[in-house]
């Protein structure tokens, strides 16, 4: 502090050492929080997480042996899985809608019906969603009836009868271990655990980034973040379908907690209501995250960085497979030379499917990495 002088000193000149004092302070003041600002930085920019991009993997382009298969299917309206030698797939516009042909493909490959049709009735369905393959059977869900089935050599059963639901309100489930985990249009969670006896173990509600600050109900943001998981053990790994956004969870006494996320473009949505219904509308410069399987070591996700601005219908075909360990850790990024609409590993193997549509028509393609 300026010391005033002692004595007798003209009002003019004490008036002026009380301006230099004033001015002193607040200087002083002005410097201690430009030193804590300049003390606080290194700590803030340690802590801000950076954003997540493919630099983060290894990449390693791969090259693979494209069949075409000339048979009535129409690949737009399919979902495919592999499991045991044969492709399976889901047509969503045939009466009869599950079929496999064996792998590889020849160009006029035999297609087998496996005879679940289409209805209301009580051997029947009416949409079949989230196919999975497990290591003794394929399930999917019959979202309007909310019924889990399995199917295996030709044997199908039903595994899970959720009760309370409205049509179409379950999109996702998949089973890990003895107890089941849901997701779709729900009220008041994003995922839901339980028991063979429907017993709610667990509920997890809290959406990626900024989303749970909007104002927009729970089953609006799920509309939003429509998604798909694989699962090992007591781990599953979450993609947000139309999105750059993975997750990846640890179920620990039945309490779902996510150990790690990343997020590779920005996705901001808004809810849209006209004429009795909601839709989605959200701004992208691609569709990101297309699908998701796994094995034992690792995670892997179909990702798409190709531009709607550049190519519309292709920007819904996936260019690199992501690799991930079950904690979250990038292994490697595979680079296509073919643009893949869905894909599916091989297990046990270093080989994986891959399938699409172009000029020629449905193809598949093999790939080894």
Request: aromatic share 16%.
């Amino acid at each position: 502090m300026v010391p005033l002088l002692s004595g007798r000193i003209p009002w003019g000149k004490y008036h002026e050492l009380l301006v230099i004092q004033k001015c002193y302070l607040i200087i002083l003041a002005i410097m201690k929080k430009l030193i804590l600002i300049v003390l606080l930085i290194p700590i803030i920019l340690s802590c801000k997480k950076n954003p997540a991009t493919l630099n983060d993997f290894k990449k390693y382009p791969v090259k693979g042996i494209k069949y075409y298969q000339t048979g009535k299917v129409n690949p737009s309206n399919t979902r495919f899985l592999y499991y045991h030698n044969r492709i399976y797939w889901i047509d969503y516009h045939q009466d009869e809608f599950l079929f496999s042909m064996k792998i590889p493909p020849e160009p006029n490959s035999l297609i087998y019906n496996h005879n679940i049709k289409k209805g209301k009735g009580p051997d029947e369905f009416m949409m079949i969603l989230s196919p999975k393959r497990y290591s003794n059977y394929i399930s999917f869900l019959d979202s309007f009836k909310s019924s889990l089935f399995f199917f295996n050599n030709d044997t199908l059963f039903k595994e899970l009868q959720l009760s309370g639901f409205a049509p179409f309100q379950i999109q996702q489930i998949i089973k890990i271990n003895s107890n089941y985990l849901y997701s779709g249009l729900l009220d008041s969670s994003r995922f839901v655990l339980c028991d063979a006896e429907q017993k709610i173990l667990s509920k997890y509600d809290v959406f990626p980034g900024e989303s749970n600050e909007l104002p927009y109900k729970t089953a609006d943001k799920n509309m939003a973040y429509l998604n798909s998981f694989t699962s090992k053990n007591n781990a599953f790994v979450n993609i947000i379908y139309d999105s750059g956004i993975i997750e990846f969870f640890k179920i620990k006494q039945d309490s779902i907690t996510k150990i790690k996320e990343f997020k590779y473009n920005d996705f901001e949505y808004s809810l849209i209501h006209e004429n009795g219904a909601t839709r989605v509308s959200s701004s992208k410069d691609n569709t990101g995250f297309i699908d998701i399987c796994s094995d034992d070591k690792y995670v892997y996700s179909l990702h798409s960085t190709i531009s709607w601005k550049d190519n519309e219908e292709l920007a819904y075909f996936g260019d690199y497979i992501l690799i991930y360990s079950w904690d979250g850790e990038p292994i490697k990024a595979l680079e296509l030379d073919t643009p893949l609409r869905g894909f599916s590993i091989v297990p046990g193997t270093n080989k994986f499917w891959g399938w699409g549509h172009d000029s020629k028509g449905l193809f598949f393609v093999e790939y080894n990495f």
